[in-house]
């Protein structure tokens, strides 16, 4: 079981940007890097979605409903993955989780709207 702790999320206004990060602070260097990091979100009463996904070699892959406004990166030295978001809607309201090798962190809110 991986240790993953998201974080970043909270209230934004539409058209807005947040920051997400995810920790796994108690794995080593060597085992993170090579490691594919996945961001999700759900909704209540709906099915948990991917939203980016990122290898350990760089590729990236996006959910068509935030190409062109989601980044996924990942700092391997830290440990830690992101997600930047930008132009932010209500659609995007939603509980994101980030999840490596099955495990899942416990899932930071994030809120769009005024």
């Known amino acids: 079981q991986v240790l993953l702790v998201e974080s970043g999320g909270g209230l934004v206004q539409p058209g807005g940007s947040l920051r997400l990060s995810c920790a796994a602070p108690?794995?080593?260097?060597?085992?993170?890097?090579?490691?594919?990091i996945a961001w999700y979100r759900q909704v209540p009463g709906k099915q948990r979605e991917m939203v980016a996904s990122?290898?350990?070699?760089?590729?990236?892959t996006y959910a068509d409903s935030v190409k062109g406004r989601v980044t996924i990166s990942r700092d391997n030295s830290k440990k830690k993955s992101f997600l930047q978001m930008n132009n932010l809607s209500s659609e995007d309201t939603a509980v994101y989780y980030c999840?490596?090798?099955?495990?899942w962190g416990q899932g930071t809110q994030v809120t769009v709207g005024s």
């Open positions: 990122i290898t350990g070699g760089g590729t990236k």
């Open positions: 999840t490596m090798e099955g495990s």
């Open positions: 108690r794995m080593i260097f060597s085992v993170f890097q090579p490691k594919t």
